[in-house]
Structure formats: C-alpha cells, structure tokens
C-alpha cells in the first residue's frame, strides 16, 4: 500500500487506487477487497500525504481521491440493490478520528496552499451529507412521495456524520481563525513565475541576437 501511495503523484495510480476502493466486482469480493484496504489504514495514509512536507502534486491528487471517493461509495450505498455491509474505508474517512487527523496535517504545521486547500476540499466533500438521502419517489399522480426523504436512518446517519465533523473543526476554531488572518503567501509562486518569465525574456533576446548576427554576415 505505501509503495502505491508513494507514486500518487501519477494520475494513472490515482485512478487504480479509486477503482480498488470502489469498482471491484462481486460482493464477497469487495467486501473482502474493503476489509483488508482498511486494515492496511489506507484512509489514515491518504489523509497523512495531506501534510505540508508532501509535494503538492500529490495534494492535489490524494484531495481529488478522496473527494471522489465520497461521493461513489455513498452513491453506492445508496443506489444499491444488493444486500451490502457498511463500506469500512467511507465509515473510517467520516469517523472523528480521521477528521481530527486531517485537520492535524492541514492545519497544525507550516501553511502550504495546496495542502490547505486539499484538506477543504475533502472536508466540504464530507460535509456534502444532503446527497446521502434517498430521492423522492415519483407516484403516478405526479405527486412526489416524500417518506424516503426522512427515513430515520438515513437522518441518524446524516446527523452522525454532522457531529463528527462539528467536533473535530471545534477542536481546530483558533487555527481556523488565525489562518483567515494570516494565509499561505505566494511568494515562491511569484518568485518562480518571476524566473520563468526572466528565462523566457532571455531566451527570447538571445533567439534575436543570434539571428542579427546571421543576418549581418551574409
């Protein structure tokens, strides 16, 4: 697992971790497939490559990951015809523990744009609970029957959720409040597009000043 995870950086190994997680066929398989993904602590690895020391690239890829994640396996919960147990990596990603943890990389060391802005991204994923619902039936009085939307387990699992995100973002408010006061800066970006733009420049200047002297020795 960590060999996999040490080369998410390529979108190629992005989109075989996903499928593992979620597109392997067969009940029993998957079942199986999830158990032992979630006992190798894939979830707590992936949120930990959200970490400031992490290259961006990676960032970028673990935050889409698992942003992605969410959304298929509670569209796979929900849509389901099969008779399923509870996906183990989507219960260990919405659980207290893995939030606190997220929030623990994302915020609790240097500021890193990419970072931060990975972590919101999974965090408003996670928050997204709306989707989690059954749609309303359409009878055939076009009438929309509305008593899935407040099946009491699909609420109690909405607010359970809820709760678990609640708690771990109060745990962080004064580091939320101080990165509002004082983000990430983007001085390197500046300082690279700077000597891009300088290289650029220069290339530019050394192209025309080796085709006038070509020209003036003909």
Same mark, same amino acid.
């Given at each position: ?67 992605? %994640? ?105 580091? %939320? ?21 300088? %290289? ?19």
């Amino acid at each position: 697992i960590m060999l996999l995870l040490n080369h998410l950086g390529t979108s190629a190994i992005m989109d075989l971790t996903l499928k593992l997680m979620t597109q392997v066929e067969g009940v029993e398989m998957r079942q199986n497939i999830l158990n032992w993904l979630d006992s190798q602590r894939i979830i707590q690895s992936l949120v930990a490559l959200l970490d400031p020391k992490i290259d961006s690239e990676r960032h970028y890829n673990v935050a889409q990951l698992l942003c992605d %994640f969410i959304k298929i396996a509670r569209d796979n919960q929900r849509n389901s015809t099969e008779r399923n147990d509870p996906d183990p990596l989507l219960n260990s990603l919405e659980s207290v523990e893995t939030i606190s943890l997220l929030l623990d990389h994302v915020l609790g060391g240097e500021r890193i744009e990419s970072c931060i802005v990975g972590g919101i991204q999974v965090l408003l994923a996670l928050l997204d609970v709306q989707k989690i619902c059954s749609i309303p039936e359409y009878d055939s009085q076009n009438i929309y029957n509305n008593s899935n939307h407040d099946d009491p387990i699909e609420m109690e699992e909405r607010q359970k959720i809820m709760k678990n995100i609640t708690s771990a973002i109060l745990t962080k408010l004064k580091e %939320f409040h101080t990165l509002l006061l004082e983000p990430p800066t983007v001085t390197i970006i500046l300082y690279m597009s700077k000597k891009c733009l300088s %290289f650029n420049v220069a290339e530019s200047t050394n192209k025309y000043h080796f085709r006038y002297a070509r020209s003036t020795l003909r």
